[in-house]
């Protein structure tokens, strides 16, 4: 599979901190990649670099061979990168649907548009397909601050799919979510992005899901990708299990 | 009976039967009522321009330079360049308040909370004083009266000019009303409301926030101008008053005490301050703002979501009265 993303010499310093130092990683088309560290080992730094919310001190970041160092959020999310948040980000006064509808209007390219009305019908059935496909069709006329934290997370996830994005990122998906609901979540998630033939990438503290869902894991601390290889492999390593699991 | 049963506020027989009771009002309320009205209406469209960006979690402390930018174009065009006729002058006043907010809306795009607040109360104040000092130009304090005017080339009678006034306020009015309906229920109109729930979002979906705010504040100034247009019709003069701060402040006044939730709610704010500041300077010429302190009060304790919030009390009402009905 091609390589879809690739940082060269990454670097992200924030005064004498190094949070990101000298990440050079790819990641290929399709792959379902985890990312586990402890706090402040620079996985959420590294998904801010990509997407555009941080400059890079120094350092080059490609996605599908275009240099997209410097760009802004939107000029990323253009390209075809697309994130959720570790804090669900979503418009808690509206409901389900009308999140949805501007979702979709947005993507469509008619966000400015003062004439259309978000109602329009092809719009609430592309949006209520996409609420059906990640299990909302009964909450579509929810408000969003009204949705526990597992639906919130699961929404934030799905704004970021109605992009149509060749690269997901996900900053913890299933923190805040049951321990029942967890498995559930990232199933319908993770099939959904897979028929899509979404490249996910996804940030994770909980073992389990990493073991269950990622078929590649990168081990971050201090800044440096520690280990990258199977799931195995990284979570076997004695430095990942001393520095990010906290065992012998 | 069948049509108490579909008679729903906001539904289209509710605006018929409202667009009939404007249209039909001469014939039963005395001339001084119908010139409030008329102004009530005027500033009302004014107050929309706010309201649409309260929707976006801006408030404007400068929709009075809008205003006044729309009633001096009409008096200018009036009084320098001699263009009388009124289906002239009416866009012109839109063009001025949308070409002054274009300008503005450049900087005021960048800045969100207070300092929104208070840059565009900045810009309202230079107007108000570059119209106050440029005697020779604009008139200064004593400002510039609105000559006698054509509508399709005919002059209303003096006597008539009250009813025309008014008629011309009622069908911008019912104009501006499908505008702001069909701009809050658009894309643009719901990504303003993305805008104040949550900037970070609407970025990473891809879209422009500083664009959002940069389109609504257009469209709110051109509002504001034609608004101000219109009281330059209404009154007969226009003054420097018209940019000051505390022109500005009574629109927010109006929005805060009409609602933001409904397009209609900035009209039933200005009909209902209009009424109330008219009365309270009859009965208490000293302590009239005091009165209207005192109202705002209310409004804000009782009413949080403004005066239109009634609306889903009597629908509530009128729900239960419909359904004791059928029983």
Not at chain 1, 158 to 174: G, I, R
Request: glycine share 10%.
């Amino acid at each position: 599979m091609a390589v879809i993303l690739k940082t060269v010499s990454l670097h992200k310093n924030f005064g004498m901190v190094k949070a990101v130092d000298n990440i050079n990683l790819s990641i290929n088309g399709e792959e379902v990649v985890g990312i586990v560290g402890t706090n402040g080992s620079g996985k959420t730094t590294l998904l801010n670099l990509i997407t555009g919310y941080l400059q890079p001190t120094s350092g080059e970041i490609r996605f599908r061979d275009n240099n997209i160092t410097g760009l802004s959020p939107r000029e990323v999310i253009g390209l075809g990168i697309a994130r959720s948040f570790q804090i669900p980000q979503l418009y808690t006064g509206l409901t389900v649907l009308e999140n949805m509808l501007i979702a979709v209007a947005t993507r469509s390219g008619k966000s400015w548009d003062p004439w259309t009305p978000l109602n329009k019908n092809s719009w609430v059935e592309e949006a209520l397909g996409i609420l059906r496909q990640f299990g909302f069709e009964s909450d579509a006329r929810q408000v969003v601050a009204n949705l526990p934290e597992g639906g919130r997370k699961l929404l934030d996830v799905a704004l970021s799919f109605v992009l149509k994005p060749k690269l997901l990122l996900m900053d913890e998906p299933t923190s805040g979510v049951s321990v029942k609901e967890k498995f559930a979540v990232m199933d319908a998630l993770l099939n959904t992005l897979k028929d899509a033939g979404v490249t996910a990438v996804f940030v994770e503290h909980d073992v389990e899901i990493v073991e269950r869902y990622a078929e590649r894991v990168l081990a971050f601390d201090n800044g440096r990708v520690i280990a990258d290889g199977t799931v195995n492999v990284v979570l076997a390593d004695k430095s990942v299990r001393q520095a990010v699991l906290g065992v012998d | 009976m069948r049509f108490l049963e579909n008679f729903k506020i906001g539904s289209p027989t509710a605006m018929m039967v409202g667009i009939l009771l404007f249209i039909t009002a001469p014939l039963f309320l005395s001339n001084w009522i119908i010139f409030v009205l008329a102004m009530a209406l005027a500033k009302g469209i004014v107050v929309l321009g706010v309201v649409l960006l309260l929707r976006g979690g801006l408030i404007s402390f400068g929709h009075g330079l809008y205003c006044a930018a729309g009633a001096y174009a009409v008096a200018f065009a009036l009084n320098r360049w001699h263009i009388r006729e009124a289906l002239f002058l009416i866009p012109l006043s839109l063009l001025a308040g949308g070409g002054m907010a274009a300008l503005t809306g450049l900087l005021l795009k960048r800045y969100r909370g207070i300092f929104f607040a208070m840059l565009s109360l900045a810009f309202s104040m230079i107007l108000y004083t570059v119209l106050f000092k440029f005697y020779d130009v604009t008139g200064g304090t004593d400002g510039m009266p609105i000559p006698p005017f054509t509508i399709l080339g005919i002059h209303p009678a003096t006597e008539n000019l009250r009813l025309f006034d008014y008629y011309l306020a009622l069908i911008l009015t019912i104009g501006v009303l499908y505008l702001g309906r069909r701009f809050t229920a658009s894309s643009l109109g719901y990504l303003m409301q993305a805008v104040r729930y949550n900037e970070i979002r609407v970025e990473y979906m891809g879209t422009s926030v500083g664009r959002a705010i940069y389109l609504t504040y257009v469209f709110s100034g051109a509002l504001g101008g034609l608004g101000g247009g219109l009281v330059a019709f209404i009154v007969g003069h226009v003054a420097p008053q018209l940019a000051y701060w505390t022109a500005s402040a009574d629109f927010v006044f109006v929005a805060v005490l009409g609602g933001a939730g409904n397009v209609f709610a900035p009209f039933l704010g200005s009909i209902v301050f209009e009424f109330v500041k008219n009365y309270a300077v009859k009965f208490s010429p000293n302590t009239w703002q005091m009165t209207l302190g005192g109202i705002l009060l209310l409004i804000i304790f009782f009413l949080p979501q403004g005066v239109w919030s009634l609306n889903e009390t009597i629908k509530k009402k009128v729900m239960q009265w419909q359904l004791s009905l059928k029983q």
